[in-house]
């Protein structure tokens, strides 16, 4: 099922399919929802509850606040804490009370996020190519090469470039048609494509919240993710919840998209034993 729901003034977009335990699905940036298509066909027993984040898909990208950001004082933010009220909203919605949360990149900062905001609604945390620790001065720097880039009109390039450099050279070795496929989903608008660079660029240091990660704690790491490295995920093993750690040595940045029936084996062997 597809369908809509208001947050903070903006209609957002979600899919809701399947019966069973609630898994919540945060796909990263810019692609959409669809990003976990292929993983979700190969789950069994589960809720799949995948909406496309603020500004990305169906969703529309509503007022922000402006500022925030140093380097680009005047780009409006897109927040983590904006994108985990949104998700909040959405159970509210649902008549959710609790669910298991999986995030890939984007999608697993807003999960630290969401812990930080409401853990009793929090009954697992699963991160795929996602980390813990802020953006680097250099990140900040490159965020604000690819604002001023968006607004000179400059958005397709980016994509273009993104489609072919987060997705593991396995993969688009193995299936060239990849990043044709990631690409056609990646539709975000200049000023969202801005939002979002800014909310990455100010997103908050989240190590210290790991170690307040009472839940279980899957964190899936991609050998040739270029952004993420596999030790930066291992901090994830600091969660007293317990943390099961894997690293998939031929993935990239959207290792899910990549490597669906893997990423689904390993998350399907996880929620198990949370169930027990």
């Known amino acids: 099922m597809s369908d809509n729901y208001q947050s903070d003034g903006a209609t957002l977009v979600f899919r809701d399919t399947g019966t069973g335990l609630p898994v919540v699905f945060l796909h990263p940036t ?34 922000l606040p402006v500022g925030g950001f140093a380097l680009v004082p005047d780009a409006p933010v897109l927040s983590m804490a904006r994108l985990a009220a949104d998700v909040l909203a959405l159970l509210d919605h649902l008549h959710v009370p609790q669910a298991i949360f999986a995030g890939c990149s984007v999608g697993g900062y807003v999960l630290l996020e969401l812990w930080r905001l409401a853990p009793e609604r929090v009954r697992g945390l699963a991160f795929v190519c996602s980390k813990p620790q802020p953006d680097a001065s250099a990140d900040h720097v490159r965020r604000a090469g690819l604002i001023a880039k968006a607004r000179t009109g400059g958005s397709a390039e980016i994509f273009d470039g993104m489609a072919q450099t987060l997705i593991g050279a396995t993969a688009r070795a193995r299936h060239p048609e990849m990043a044709t496929q990631m690409r056609a989903r990646m539709t975000l608008t200049p000023e969202a494509l801005v939002a979002v660079q800014a909310g990455l660029a100010t997103r908050p ?72």
């Open 205 to 276: 240091d989240s190590v210290r919240t790991v170690d307040g990660l009472s839940v279980p704690v899957l964190a899936i790491a991609g050998g040739e993710d270029p952004g993420i490295k596999p030790t930066e995920m291992e901090v994830f093993k600091a969660a007293p919840g317990g943390c099961e750690f894997h690293l998939l040595p031929d993935a990239g940045h959207f290792a899910a998209y990549e490597q669906p029936q893997m990423v689904a084996g390993l998350l399907s062997a996880w929620l198990r034993q949370i169930k027990n």
């Open 30 to 63: 810019p692609p959409d929802g669809e990003y976990w298509r292929p993983l979700i066909k190969e789950l069994a027993g589960v809720r799949a509850i995948v909406p496309d984040l603020r500004g990305h898909g169906g969703s529309q990208l509503g007022t």
